[in-house]
């Protein structure tokens, strides 16, 4: 099992695509629940563990709404008091982002309902970025699938379920999106006949699992509320329904894949990913295990979205501030644990089942 979560945290960084420009926006551009500077600065609150957290996300075909949906989310529990609301360009805002319009790497944002608080990350839908695409989904406790009911199943929307099911997300709810641009009944029918298909195919309950039609533009832009804001309320009460609270390995040495790494000018380096298992406190010790080095830290600041920790837990969203490393010690695909808990491997026995 140790050797499977390790595989899991070093599977971005192996698989490489031939496109330059690709690889040089995977090591530029990484958008994490933390910026530089305010890790910085004094952390301006405290985190609450008054609920249970949940790591959700979007995956789906690149232009289906995956960010708007997002973006949708947070403007509907923001008038609830359960998030901030982040705009479209404020989720996708690397440069790169912008000037493409689409999402390149997976982006972190957080909200609470009712009765959970969730680390919403989202996914790229572009076929260049499928490995990031399976960095922000290998953190998932479950998924929205997102399907544009003007395009039903798309290229990516079948590689996404699939790589969902393989990396080992078993909880997933779809959201038909762009209902305010069909007329046609039969054809939103048609739409989540073809998804319950496509759930079937790749091993998930296709006959019970939620589907939820509305459009996050007309949530966003506050139209339409039966397939807008009362669409995404529909949509979240669901997934708090559907996706149930994972079990975490508390009692268990710690485990960091590193996902970003970041570096504060008098502070040390930051390290971000979600916490595979175990506790983290600041004070620990810890080890950096990859790519063919083993070296030792210590953890002097933990923060999860804006908001310091003094512990950290399995299944959170974390940036990590060490002691006396710098930043290219230290690389995606690496992970950080306690001392003596992880034994490197170059060669891994498997069998390949089709």
């Given at each position: 099992m140790a050797a499977l979560v390790r595989l899991r945290a070093?599977?971005?960084?192996?698989?490489?695509?031939?496109?330059?420009g690709l690889l040089q926006s995977s090591f530029k551009v990484c958008a994490v629940p933390l910026s530089r500077r305010e890790f910085a600065a004094e952390a301006k609150k405290v985190y609450s563990r008054d609920k249970p957290h949940i790591n959700i996300g979007t995956i789906g075909h690149v232009d289906h709404g995956k960010t708007t949906?997002?973006?949708?989310?947070?403007?509907?529990?923001?008038?609830?008091?359960?998030?901030?609301?982040?705009?479209?360009?404020?989720?996708?805002?690397?440069p790169e982002e912008k000037a493409r319009g689409i999402t390149i790497n997976a982006s972190h944002v957080e909200y609470t309902t009712a009765n959970r608080h969730y680390g919403h990350i989202d996914c790229p839908g572009h076929a260049d970025y499928v490995k990031n695409m399976i960095t922000g989904t290998a953190q998932l406790d479950g998924c929205i699938l997102v399907v544009a009911a003007t395009d039903g199943q798309m290229p990516q929307t079948r590689e996404h379920l699939l790589l969902a099911r393989q990396i080992g997300v078993e909880h997933v709810v779809v959201f038909i999106n762009k209902a305010d641009a069909v007329d046609d009944q039969e054809m939103l029918e048609l739409v989540e006949l073809e998804i319950r298909e496509l759930l079937t195919e790749f091993g998930y309950d296709g006959t019970n699992t939620p589907i939820v039609t509305g459009s996050a533009l007309c949530a966003l832009e506050n139209k339409k509320p039966e397939i807008g804001v009362d669409a995404v309320m529909k949509l979240l009460e669901v997934v708090d329904t559907h996706v149930p609270l994972?079990?975490?390995?508390?009692?268990?040495?710690?485990?960091?894949?590193?996902?970003?790494?970041?570096?504060?000018?008098?502070?040390?380096?930051?390290?971000?990913?979600?916490?595979?298992?175990?506790?983290?406190?600041k004070g620990d010790e810890c080890e950096f295990v990859g790519?063919?080095?083993?070296?030792?830290?210590?953890?002097?600041?933990i923060e999860m979205f804006h908001q310091s920790l003094d512990r950290a837990e399995a299944g959170d969203n974390l940036g990590a501030l060490v002691r006396g490393l710098k930043r290219e010690d230290v690389r995606r695909g690496m992970v950080m644990s306690k001392p003596g808990s992880i034994q490197p491997h170059q060669k891994v026995q498997a069998q390949v089942c089709r």
């Open positions: 070093c599977l971005p960084s192996v698989l490489q695509l031939s496109t330059s949906l997002t973006a949708a989310i947070t403007k509907v529990l923001a008038e609830a008091g359960g998030a901030r609301y982040k705009k479209y360009e404020d989720i996708d805002n690397a994972p079990k975490r390995e508390l009692d268990k040495p710690f485990l960091l894949p590193i996902e970003c790494v970041y570096s504060i000018p008098g502070r040390g380096t930051v390290v971000t990913g979600t916490l595979e298992r175990g506790l983290i406190k790519h063919n080095r083993t070296f030792k830290s210590v953890v002097t600041g």
